[in-house]
């Protein structure tokens, strides 16, 4: 390091004569290697700042009230535009700190000044801009919704059971992704979620089955650490054609079935009559564990087939014991004979319309021209088995 000393004198006008004193100052000038040196030690402490072109954050822009306790409350302010009243607030900006202007319709001019701030309040709490549960958007760029939601599916669904996984994953393939593939999660609003609603169903969807995406929906937003939608912020179309109910069947449509039916399937229809079983848990009736207790004239419902894999029953209360009558037993017990191993009857792999096949065959009413019995989950009454024979 190069070092040149200078003297100084006072110039000034004064009692004292400094001048023959000289003040000396060393400044030092630094050499390159020095100066590479001093470079070299601020980029360790500064690793970001020293990568490529990326200059350092300032605390400001890292932080800019992204705490809701830190931020106003909004009520928004209102004005005449035109024929309308709207509003004004301020909203998020996924991947910036700051936030952006919204304006809002109100309403027609037909309304008095309070009323359309009346109005106004009651949309900026819908929005849940000033909940302190409110999740303030990342300054970084979020994911889209088509990279999250494959991040849930191999994270969360494949761990489902597999009807679970086939449908969700339809819904994902055929509906949501291609919705909303493009946008981040904070994106997708309740007010574009109802506008898509209404073009699902106009496609032919039922209003349920909209229900159940916007169910996949919410748990992928629940996976995100994002609340679900609020309770009917999302809007459904009204339903207007009537839908086909499903059939159900009276004590003479059983015994028809079961007498159409030949080999394991009539075993299968009349232990459905006499039970009420789900056909996965029908299907999931092992012999060497107990399932079928004969002499106590007892079914206990343990597992389920689905798609020829076993599982768990659909919840907890589905675990459960079953009384059966005398003929029911009988017809088991021939059926299942001196077998101690494997499964009391197959899993079914035909269309849930089959049984209307072996009415047909019964020459018993059709379900849709009988009246429609009392029955839950249309299930068949016990005591249609005991007219067998």
Excluded at 32 to 52: F, V
Excluded at 191 to 219: F, H, M, P, Y
Excluded at 233 to 261: G, L, M, N, R
Excluded at 273 to 296: C, H, P, Q, Y
């Amino acid at each position: 390091m190069a070092a040149k000393r200078i003297s100084q004198g006072n110039t000034g006008t004064g009692s004292h004569d400094v001048g023959a004193n000289p003040v000396q100052v060393d400044v030092r000038v630094p050499s390159a290697t020095n100066t590479e040196k001093s470079n070299e030690h601020n980029d360790a402490l500064h690793p970001r700042a020293a990568a490529g072109n990326v200059s350092a954050v300032t605390p400001c822009q890292r932080r800019k009230r992204r705490c809701m306790s830190k931020r106003s409350y909004q009520r928004g302010t209102i004005e005449k535009h035109g024929s309308n009243w709207r509003g004004k607030v301020y909203v998020d900006v996924v991947g910036s700190p700051d936030r952006r202007a919204k304006w809002i319709v109100i309403g027609t001019t037909s309304m008095t000044k309070r009323e359309a701030q009346r109005k106004f309040g009651q949309i900026v709490e819908e929005m849940g801009i000033n909940s302190l549960s409110y999740q303030i958007p990342s300054d970084t760029p979020a994911q889209t919704f088509e990279e999250l939601s494959e991040h849930w599916e191999d994270k969360v669904l494949n761990g489902k059971k597999p009807k679970t996984q086939s449908t969700m994953k339809c819904e994902l393939r055929k509906h949501l992704r291609p919705a909303f593939g493009s946008l981040s999660v904070e994106e997708i609003t309740p007010q574009l979620v109802s506008e898509w609603a209404v073009k699902w169903c106009r496609s032919g969807l039922s209003v349920k089955s909209v229900k159940n995406l916007i169910i996949t929906l919410n748990l992928i937003r629940k996976y995100a650490g994002l609340p679900y939608f609020a309770a009917k912020s999302v809007t459904y179309p009204s339903q207007s054609e009537v839908e086909e109910e499903p059939p159900c069947y009276t004590q003479d449509h059983v015994v028809a079935i079961v007498a159409a039916a030949k080999g394991w399937q009539k075993v299968y229809f009349a232990t459905a009559a006499g039970t009420g079983l789900r056909a996965g848990e029908l299907a999931g009736l092992r012999i060497e564990t107990g399932d079928v207790d004969l002499g106590k004239k007892l079914i206990h419902v343990q597992r389920s087939v689905s798609e020829g894999k076993e599982q768990s029953p659909r919840s907890r209360n589905a675990y459960r014991w079953l009384p059966i009558d005398e003929d029911l037993v009988a017809m088991l017990k021939a059926h299942i004979d001196d077998r101690r191993f494997g499964l009391c009857v197959p899993e079914p792999q035909w269309h849930s319309s089959a049984p209307q096949q072996y009415l047909a065959a019964g020459a018993a009413p059709d379900p849709k021209e009988a009246r429609a019995c009392d029955g839950r989950d249309a299930r068949f009454p016990s005591s249609s088995v005991q007219s067998l024979g």
